[in-house]
């Protein structure tokens, strides 16, 4: 007889979560694919505008975008938005996208699908010791150690971030 895994209920309350700093943003994850049997990985997400992140593609994942604050824009494939609160996005497994926080701060939900990615989250960021962004970087980060540890789980860095004046 086969045992089949169940994934249970989850249900995290307003600052709940396993939250981490993560190059200059704070995720608060809401759910982890250890949780899900690896459906998916859940996460709220805090950053400012100095948050821009490389031209990039996930060959194992989708993700879903759901701004709840602020100004992001999005460049998914070959279309550029930028989205305000209520904004849902949807990117499909291997489209290029990039993002880009506008306003002074912005807030959104994320959903990966399946789970995996959360994994390099927890490998390459800290504990969040309060809920609030983190302090500034005291030097820029490993760009190099970043795409490699990103390809590991499939992620291809494609471009650099955004300009910031575009």
């Known amino acids: 007889m086969m045992t089949e895994t169940m994934t249970k209920p989850i249900v995290q309350q307003k600052n709940q979560g396993r939250?981490?700093?993560?190059?200059?943003?704070?995720?608060n994850f809401k759910a982890l694919g250890a949780e899900t049997n690896g459906e998916y990985w859940a996460l709220e997400g805090l950053a400012d505008k100095t948050m821009a992140v490389p031209l990039h593609a996930h060959t194992r994942e989708a993700e879903i975008?759901?701004?709840?604050?602020?100004?992001?824009?999005?460049?998914?494939?070959?279309?550029?938005?930028?989205a305000g609160p209520g904004t849902f996005a949807f990117i499909p497994q291997n489209v290029p996208h990039t993002f880009q926080i506008r306003s002074g701060k912005a807030r959104w939900f994320g959903i990966g699908i399946p789970a995996g990615l959360d994994e390099w989250f927890f490998e390459t960021g800290v504990p969040a010791q309060a809920l609030t962004l983190p302090p500034p970087l005291d030097a820029?980060?490993?760009?190099?150690?970043?795409?490699a540890s990103l390809k590991a789980y499939g992620t291809d860095t494609l471009g650099p971030p955004p300009d910031p004046n575009s």
């Open 140 to 147: 820029p980060p490993d760009v190099d150690a970043i795409v």
């Open 65 to 82: 975008w759901y701004v709840l604050e602020g100004e992001i824009t999005f460049t998914i494939g070959d279309e550029k938005m930028t």
């Open 19 to 27: 939250a981490l700093w993560h190059l200059g943003a704070l995720l």
